[in-house]
């Protein structure tokens, strides 16, 4: 079910539950501010999420209230995790899915990272 990203934060969504340790996940980049694993579910040969620790429900609501700190955190992080992970060459793509008609699942905000085959058109017509 989509999430009305215009509701407060839920610290009992399933990222606020990966951050406190209380569910696994396979870290594939972490920093003060951000944490990058992969995704349960791939849909791409590489499919990483990252995902600032703090309490963000999607892109407007982190983009208001974060610090500039957590801010390049997590921008940096995407850039690092592609260079480092071998996917600029052939290339990657970043999507965040905020609220209702983008099919935002998890209402804590992160940044998919797709790559490892052609990905296709940008969005069905
Ligand atoms: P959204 O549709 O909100 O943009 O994406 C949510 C993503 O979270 C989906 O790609 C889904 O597979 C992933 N996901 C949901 N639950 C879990 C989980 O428990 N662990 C991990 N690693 N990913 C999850």
Same mark, same amino acid.
């Given at each position: ?13 399933? $990222? ?13 980049? &972490? ?17 990483? #999420? ?23 955190? #997590? ?8 260079? &480092? ?19 935002? &699942? ?7 990272? $797709?790559?490892?085959?052609? #990905? ?6």
């Amino acid at each position: 079910m989509p999430i009305d990203a215009t509701q407060p934060y839920d610290d009992a969504n399933i $990222f606020a539950r990966i951050l406190r340790g209380e569910l696994p996940s396979k870290t594939v980049h &972490e920093d003060e501010h951000t944490l990058a694993f992969n995704d349960i579910n791939p849909l791409a040969p590489t499919h990483i #999420l990252v995902i600032p620790k703090g309490r963000y429900v999607s892109w407007d609501d982190f983009s208001a209230k974060a610090s500039d700190e957590e801010i390049a955190s #997590l921008v940096r992080a995407v850039g690092k995790i592609a260079r &480092e992970g071998g996917l600029v060459q052939s290339g990657y793509r970043i999507l965040a899915n905020s609220g209702l008609n983008s099919g935002q &699942e998890v209402p804590h905000l992160h940044v998919h990272i $797709f790559a490892g085959r052609p #990905l296709g058109p940008m969005l069905a017509k």
